[in-house]
């Protein structure tokens, strides 16, 4: 005590009191937050879905969808930002964009920050997909169950127009191939599961493993096979109303036809569907094809037929695949004599309104009745 009073006289220093810790850069903090809730995605995207509700081809890793009680939802109340974080421009304390109760960034928000939104929509789209589609397969199966014989039908499609010495291996092959490679199978393998060629009437019915397989093979009507267009249609026996249950009537949308020589041999109505009248009944498809060809790529053609003779009954269906073609075919067509008789070209379907255009002139040298707008 005597050192002490003698080294210090004055008293023992006074230790300084403490200084407060500076506070974190808003910058660094808002980077930390947001690694911290890119880590969370992230683990949580990889949470596998339960057993029931995985699908091939999905993954495991979807995240939360409508249905699993939240057992895949992001924590993202755990993502709350500090104020320091709240300061910073574009940053905020809301969860984490693309998760319940948060909306899409708008365009000022950082690019991460979108990348993030569209992911997690990405994985909830994923999710929803395979909650359906397990869905729709057990309905599926339990109506295939007590209504076996409406299943087959389903499942069948008739393919007509088929060239003379089309083996059965040889078609069943090439429908499978447009189906994997146009996106339109469903499962790893093949989609055909059996062939039943007629070759006396060029016509064969072939039978797929799924109804959806089967929908998805109407997208191919005028396929182009071995120089012909073979006509796609469903069975006698299918009923539309009642095999909806069983799977989706129509092709799916996403399949890719963009590479494919496809016209169509059954043509819808539309305002540019045109009537061809006046053909000389002998002519087969190929001849009516040449004289309608050279104004443009057809869309959809169809050559009414006579079932008793064989021939066609003098008319035909078409649209063009640029419809701003339309009103020209008319013109350069219509009362063009073609052997003994003279062409009738028109729209298919009547106007709404009546129109008082006036007509136009015939081609030049052309002969037969005046024309009228249709």
Same mark, same amino acid.
């Given at each position: ?20 810790? *500076? ?5 660094? +903090? ?11 995605? %992230? %683990? ?22 409508? #249905?699993? !009680? ?5 924590? &993202? %109340? ?9 300061? /910073?421009?574009?940053?905020?304390? *809301?969860?984490?964009? #693309? ?22 929509? =990405? ?34 499609? &008739?393919?007509?127009?088929?060239? *003379?010495?089309?083996?059965?291996? $040889? ?26 060629? &007629?070759?006396?009437? !060029? ?7 799924? /109804?959806?397989? +089967? ?16 006509? =796609? ?8 109303? /009642? ?18 020589? =496809? ?26 094809? $040449? ?22 009954? #003098? ?11 339309? !009103? ?5 067509? !219509?009362?063009?004599? /073609? #052997? ?12 709404? %309104? ?21």
């Amino acid at each position: 005590q005597q050192q002490q009073q003698q080294a210090y006289p004055l008293g023992p220093p006074q230790q300084p009191p403490p200084q407060p810790a *500076s506070p974190p850069s808003p910058y660094l +903090a808002a980077q930390q937050h947001h690694y911290q809730r890119a880590q969370l995605m %992230a %683990a949580a995207a990889a949470r596998p879905l339960p057993p029931q509700h995985q699908q091939p081809g999905l993954g495991t890793g979807l995240g939360s969808f409508p #249905g699993n !009680n939240g057992a895949n939802d992001l924590p &993202y %109340a755990q993502l709350q930002a500090p104020a320091a974080v709240q300061a /910073v421009p574009h940053m905020d304390a *809301s969860p984490p964009p #693309g998760l319940p109760g948060a909306g899409p960034p708008d365009s000022a928000a950082p690019f991460s920050d979108q990348l993030r939104y569209r992911d997690a929509q =990405i994985t909830k789209l994923a999710g929803t997909l395979a909650h359906y589609r397990a869905w729709s397969t057990q309905v599926q199966a339990r109506y295939q169950m007590f209504n076996a014989e409406v299943a087959r039908p389903a499942r069948r499609i &008739y393919v007509g127009g088929l060239p *003379s010495g089309t083996q059965e291996l $040889e078609l069943r092959q090439y429908v499978n191939d447009l189906l994997m490679k146009s996106g339109g199978s469903t499962a790893p393998g093949f989609p055909i599961n059996s062939c039943k060629l &007629y070759p006396e009437k !060029n016509f064969a019915f072939l039978e797929f493993r799924s /109804v959806e397989e +089967a929908s998805n093979c109407m997208a191919f009507d005028g396929i182009a096979f071995r120089e012909c267009y073979l006509k =796609i249609r469903r069975p006698n026996n299918y009923e539309a109303d /009642v095999c909806i249950m069983l799977g989706p009537p129509e092709p799916d949308p996403t399949m890719d036809l963009t590479a494919l020589d =496809i016209v169509k041999t059954v043509v819808m109505d539309s305002p540019n569907k045109l009537f061809v009248g006046g053909l000389p009944c002998d002519w087969t498809e190929d001849q009516v094809k $040449e004289l309608l060809l050279p104004f443009g790529m057809l869309k959809a053609f169809n050559l009414v037929m006579d079932k008793t003779t064989g021939n066609s009954k #003098g008319y035909c269906f078409c649209e063009f695949a640029d419809t701003a073609l339309t !009103n020209y075919v008319i013109q350069a067509l !219509n009362g063009k004599p /073609v #052997g003994t008789k003279f062409l009738t070209v028109k729209r298919a379907l009547a106007p709404s %309104a009546p129109s008082f255009d006036q007509p136009s002139p015939p081609p030049q040298g052309a002969q037969g009745p005046p024309q009228y707008s249709a």
